[in-house]
């Protein structure tokens, strides 16, 4: 069996005195597209920002390649070839357009096919506002910038938090579109979603999680409407 | 012309507090940390090229470019030991230790070198004069003001045409996400103050050349460089140099008026510009 890029096992995150995770486990395969769905305070979020490093961690409990970087910071993990799509985006005020994407590849570069140039091919919108505030553009186009800048570090894996999060479907559809030249040019992907509907139409195989724990997986053949019902509100249908 | 000359004055001292500022001004616009110790650095700095030159026999104008390296390892290491403990949510702290600083940079002058007031000898240039048509104006506080202009127009060209300004601004506007980007806020910090003292040591170097100087003037000239930072707005470099010519301006028609009204005349002015524009001239968007 070959050893999956990421790995959690028994991953859990504390706010303080609160738990938000008890006992993660979750695997990511090179290539592969997974959704993790779940309600509002599912820990979803936190399972993101502990990957990132954002929240530290048992060194084991977080392995990349076999490597253990449960306890890395997110400069270091960074390093290591993960990046994040932020919840809200969280792009830089003082920056513009084309700021918000370079600092992107501000430390890493990697080997990718993700540059400036590539980022503009695929939203060529981006192009013609480089020069304005990163935060004037359309909720949408704050995406498209927020995924471009993750990109640009050409990641091994990119997370994604909660893409779809105060936009307009039309505008979810359009960020989605992009995610198959993602994916064509190398990156493993991870969507945090609470739109079960749009996580399924990504995704190589979906992860449910409620109150911090895994409480289903399978690919979105495997799974029944009313086994994501039951694992997503911890109720019968 | 006598007003006219006054305001010349003015505005060439205002570059000297534009220069006590500039370091303030870069270090609250990256971080948000207001450097009670500020004036006490510029002090320091001051010692140091007193220092070099003496050591070495050699003009303050030389001894200053010796004295940059140490200035940015003391603000480098000041953040990285010190203030990148304290940075937070809450601003006591950092004002606390900051102040902290201030008493000890103060002492540890006096104990080295006495209360004593000492000068830096730049020789003839300190009495040169220019004449500009009907106007007179002397070498070194038009070499002030063009130094500050530089100093301002080389710190904004680092914040917002660099590389590292871009690290400095996305720092500022948030250092959880930053790190995401693989930067680390406290090295940002502290290559941030250590440009900062940097500008601190060629305001000490006009600072030493106008006058006298001694281990307690730090907290005066803090005053002038907040000041001038507040008139201007929190944050931006020009403001930071239109705020120093603000009070150097109110300073010199106040002394034309009554040479007891100097320094109140200063203070008047930025209370009048707080009143005015409480955000200051020119504030960053943000702030």
């Not at chain 1, 980022?119 to 020069?131: A, G, H, I, T």
């Not at chain 2, 060439?12 to 534009?18: I, R």
């Amino acid at each position: 069996m070959t050893e999956p890029l990421l790995s959690t096992h028994g991953l859990k995150a504390h706010y303080g005195d609160f738990q938000a995770l008890f006992g993660v486990d979750i695997d990511i395969k090179q290539g592969e597209t997974i959704a993790i769905i779940g309600a509002n305070g599912a820990g979803k979020s936190t399972l993101m920002r502990a990957i990132t490093g954002l929240l530290k961690n048992e060194p084991d409990a977080i392995k990349l390649r076999g490597e253990s970087i449960g306890d890395l910071s997110a400069p270091e993990v960074l390093e290591r070839g993960i990046s994040m799509v932020p919840e809200g985006r969280r792009l830089f005020p003082s920056l513009t357009v084309e700021e918000n994407l370079l600092i992107g590849a501000h430390t890493r570069t990697g080997n990718g096919v993700w540059n400036l140039a590539s980022v503009y091919e695929v939203v060529p919108v981006l192009k013609d506002r480089r020069d304005h505030p990163g935060t004037a553009l359309s909720g949408g186009q704050q995406q498209m910038v927020a995924i471009g800048r993750a990109l640009m570090s050409n990641p091994d894996l990119l997370l994604c938090d909660e893409l779809s999060l105060g936009l307009a479907p039309v505008v979810i559809k359009e960020i989605y579109a992009s995610f198959p030249t993602i994916k064509e040019r190398g990156a493993s992907v991870v969507v945090v979603e609470q739109d079960i509907g749009q996580a399924m139409k990504v995704a190589d195989r979906v992860f449910c999680m409620m109150e911090g724990r895994v409480t289903l997986e399978g690919t979105p053949e495997e799974l029944s409407r009313e086994e994501i019902h039951n694992a997503y509100f911890g109720v019968s249908a | 012309m006598i007003l006219v000359d006054t305001l010349i004055q003015g505005i060439l001292l205002g570059g000297l507090y534009a220069l006590f500022a500039a370091g303030l001004s870069l270090v609250f616009g990256v971080m948000r940390l207001v450097n009670l110790a500020h004036g006490d650095l510029i002090a320091l700095a001051a010692f140091v090229i007193l220092s070099i030159g003496t050591a070495l026999n050699l003009s303050p104008f030389v001894a200053v470019i010796l004295a940059f390296p140490i200035m940015f390892a003391v603000g480098w290491g000041l953040q990285t030991c010190l203030l990148n403990h304290v940075l937070g949510d809450d601003i006591l702290p950092p004002l606390l230790v900051t102040f902290g600083l201030s008493v000890v940079i103060q002492n540890g002058l006096l104990e080295i070198f006495t209360a004593d007031s000492q000068k830096l000898t730049a020789g003839a240039i300190e009495v040169q004069s220019l004449a500009l048509g009907p106007i007179t104006v002397g070498v070194t506080p038009l070499l002030t003001f063009v130094s500050s202009v530089l100093v301002i127009f080389a710190l904004n060209q680092i914040f917002y045409r660099t590389r590292l300004g871009r690290a400095f601004r996305a720092t500022s506007d948030d250092s959880e996400t930053v790190g995401l980007m693989g930067i680390r806020p406290n090295n940002v910090f502290a290559v941030a103050t250590g440009i900062a003292m940097v500008a601190a040591t060629i305001a000490a170097l006009y600072l030493g050349i106008r006058a006298n100087f001694d281990p307690s003037i730090g907290p005066a000239r803090l005053l002038y460089a907040f000041e001038a930072v507040i008139i201007g707005g929190l944050g931006s470099l020009w403001g930071t140099l239109a705020g120093g010519v603000i009070i150097g301006v109110a300073q010199a028609l106040g002394a034309s008026i009554n040479p007891e009204w100097q320094i109140l005349s200063g203070h008047i002015a930025f209370v009048v510009v707080l009143l005015v524009r409480p955000r200051g001239l020119f504030p960053r968007s943000k702030d």
